[in-house]
Every structure is written in C-alpha cells, then in structure tokens.
C-alpha cells in the first residue's frame, strides 16, 4: 500500500493567516491526490482533486499543488468556517489511502 | 444532484456478520461511469476505505480486510451493500458510503456509527 503522511498533525492559527498543510507520499503517485475536509459529526467533502483543481463550489482561497511524491495544501485567507480536519488520498495506486488527517483550530 | 444514504443495524454482536446499504438516489448505479465505496473511520480517527463495486458488479476489496468483506449491488432498488464478517470490537467505527468516477470520492452519505459489543 502507499502510505501518505500529512504534516502538521495539528494546527492553530488565526482568522486570516495562511495556511499550509503538506503530505508525502511513500511513492510517486503522479498528480493523483486529493483533499477533503471533514468537520465534526459530518462526512468528508472533497475540496481539490487532481492535486490543485478546485471542486466546483469551493472557495477560491482554498489551492493545492504538487505532483510525485510531495504535495501542499493552502487555505489563503483562514476563515472561522475552515474549521476541520483535512485529509489527503490518494489514488493512483489501490487500495485508496488517506493521510491521517491534519485538525486545524482557531488560535 | 447524487445522494447517498447509509442503513443497518447501529449495534452488532462479536463475531457476527455487520450489514449495512447504501441506498442511491439523483442518479442510477446501473448508468455506469460511476464506482460505489464503502469507507469507515474509527472513532476519532483517520479513514480507511475498504472496497468499492462498479454496477457490472466487478469489486476491489482493501487486502487488510478482503478476507471478511462482500460488497453486492441491486441495481433494481439502486443500492449497494456491505457485509463484513466475523466482527470485532475493532470494527466499531463510522461507516461511509460514497461514490467516484476515479479516485475523487465526490459524493458521501452522513455516515452510520456501527459498534461491536455484546
């Protein structure tokens, strides 16, 4: 399997900061990565695919980049809503893996 | 707009079998294009996905539990289902179902909690 490993764990920041989550895969994975965020009690929402294509309907100041085995995910502009945990996937290979997740909290 | 909906029991005794459907509506499993998942997550934890069926009713289960689980499809009711076997306290988690065309897993039911006690 290929494990994905997302960096921070956890995060605090401030309504307005930037902010970046990373997430390597154990191998090259092409472009095939996604990003979801997940808030409590509900189901993950896919925001990018394809490593930086934004979902239809999500915000513009959420952005990802990155291709092989090394990936970033931004949120420009923190805003009180972005309240989440955010988890990577990949799926060039089976079986789908995700990242363990990144909880990110207001500071 | 596709909706997926999770149904089955909440409470499944040790050992048993775990079964759950997902029930699909906005669009029809047997149009094809579309792969149907079961995903599940531990309380308080990260998410494990743990196979997926296309409405031909080809599968793909993740080799850490393909031995205990079947997924099915009834394209006549426009579900899909999960039969996980020889359950443990282990497999107490939320389970998702939810669909894809490739590997962007674009639409998710709420989730159902299902726990493994006696």
């Known amino acids: 399997d290929i494990q994905m490993t997302q960096s921070p764990s956890s995060l605090s920041a401030s309504v307005g900061d930037r902010v970046t989550i990373t997430c390597q895969a154990s191998?090259?994975?092409?472009?095939?990565l996604n990003w979801y965020q997940q808030k409590p009690g509900k189901a993950p929402k896919l925001l990018i695919y394809d490593a930086s294509n934004l979902e239809t309907g999500v915000p513009s100041r959420f952005s990802g980049s990155g291709s092989g085995t090394d990936f970033t995910f931004t949120i420009s502009s923190l805003q009180p809503e972005d309240i989440a945990t955010y988890y990577c996937?990949?799926?060039?290979?089976?079986?789908?893996?995700f990242g363990q997740g990144t909880r990110l909290e207001i500071k | 707009q596709v909706q997926l909906q999770e149904s089955g029991p909440g409470l499944v005794k040790p050992s048993q079998t775990l079964s759950l459907t997902c029930t699909v509506s906005?669009?029809?499993?047997?149009?094809?294009?579309?792969?149907w998942s079961w995903i599940r997550q531990h309380p308080g934890k990260g998410l494990e996905w743990i196979g997926y069926?296309?409405?031909?009713?080809?599968?793909y289960y993740n080799p850490s539990l393909k031995s205990r689980v079947t997924i099915s499809v009834d394209t006549s009711k426009n579900q899909f289902s999960l039969k996980l076997s020889s359950v443990t306290a282990a497999d107490t988690a939320v389970y998702y179902c939810?669909?894809?065309?490739?590997?962007?897993?674009?639409?998710w039911g709420q989730g159902t909690l299902v726990t493994v006690s006696s």
């Open positions: 069926i296309y409405y031909s009713g080809s599968t």
């Open positions: 191998q090259d994975i092409s472009n095939y």
């Open positions: 939810a669909s894809h065309t490739r590997g962007q897993l674009d639409h």
């Open positions: 996937q990949q799926y060039d290979n089976l079986p789908f893996t």
């Open positions: 906005g669009g029809s499993i047997s149009s094809g294009g579309y792969y």
